[in-house]
C-alpha cells in the first residue's frame, strides 16, 4: 500500500505533461469535472506553463478513468493535450465511439490507442498523479498550484 | 468539538439500509466517522467521494469509514447508489443532529453538522479529531493518513 501522508507537491518533472514555457502552475484536474473544464479555459490564456496532473474521482465521476486514460494513450503518440483539450471543450461526447473520432481526427493509430489505454503501466501512470496530488491535500479539483503552493478557489485568478 | 482523550459518547443511528448501527458494534476496531453537511454536495471531487477512491488504503490500517449527516436513511442510499460507493452512511435524523451535537460538531446558523473527521480507538476512546474551519472546505485524504500513520 502506498504511504499516503502529507508531501509536498512533488515539482514539475520530465514525467510531467507540460505545456507552454517558463515558470508555470501545476493544475490537478478531473477530465470528467465541470469545474475543470470550465478553469481549462480560463487558464489557456496564461502566457506562462500548465503542468497537468491526472486526479480522475471515479466514484464522483464513473467516466473519469477511461477518459485520463485515453489523454495517456493519446500522449503516448503525441497528442495528450490535443485530446485534453478536446475532452473540455465537447464533454457531452466522451464515449468511447467519441475517442475513436477524435483519434481518427488527430491522426493516431487507433489500434495503438485502444491497446495503450488498457495496459497496466498507464494506469499506473495516473495513479502515480493521483497519489501525489493525495498527499499534497487536494480535496477536489480543479486543484491548482502556484509555486508549489496551493492557491485557493476563491484566490484564483488565470 | 469534542476532545481527544475522552470517552466516544456512544449512539444507534440507522445505516443506509435502515438497520441500526451502534457505536459500541466497533469496539475492538477503529473507526473513523466523517461528519458532513448533506447528500448530494455539488462540489466536484465531494469528500467521501474522495476517501472511497483511497479506502482499500484506510482499511489495510485497520480503520473502519464511517458518514455521518442528518439526511434521512432513504436519502443516504440514494446517495450511495449515485456515487457507487459503500461506505456505511449513517441518519442523524431524529432527534435531528443530536449525534452532531453530542461530538460538538454540529453547525446551530446552518442547521447541519460541519465537515469533522473523529477517530476512535478500539477501546472508544476520542484518539484524534479535525474540524474544518468551514462546512465548505473539506479535508483532505492525507490528514487522515497523517493522523493514522
New interface residues.
Partial sequence: ???????PVPPIGPGDHVRGEGEGLIVYA?LA????AAAWVEMAGRPNSIAFRH?P??????RSPALHAAAEAAGLQGRFFEMVDSLYADRGRVDDPHLWERVERFGLDLERFQRDRRSADLAARVRRD?LSG?????????AVFDACTLVPVREREF | MIAAGSPAPDFTLRDQDGEKVSLSDFRGRRVLLVFYPGDFSPVCGDQLSLYQEVKPEIAAKGVELIGISVDSFFAHKAFQEKLGFDTTLLSDFEPKGEVARAYGSYLDKFGFANRTLVLIDADGQVEWTYESPNPGEFPGANVIFDALA
Fill in positions: 500500500m502506498s504511504d499516503l501522508t502529507s508531501a478531473d469535472c465541470p469545474r475543470c486526479f474521482v471515479a466514484s464522483k465521476h464513473p493521483f493525495v498527499r499534497a491535500g487536494v480535496a477536489g479539483t480543479p
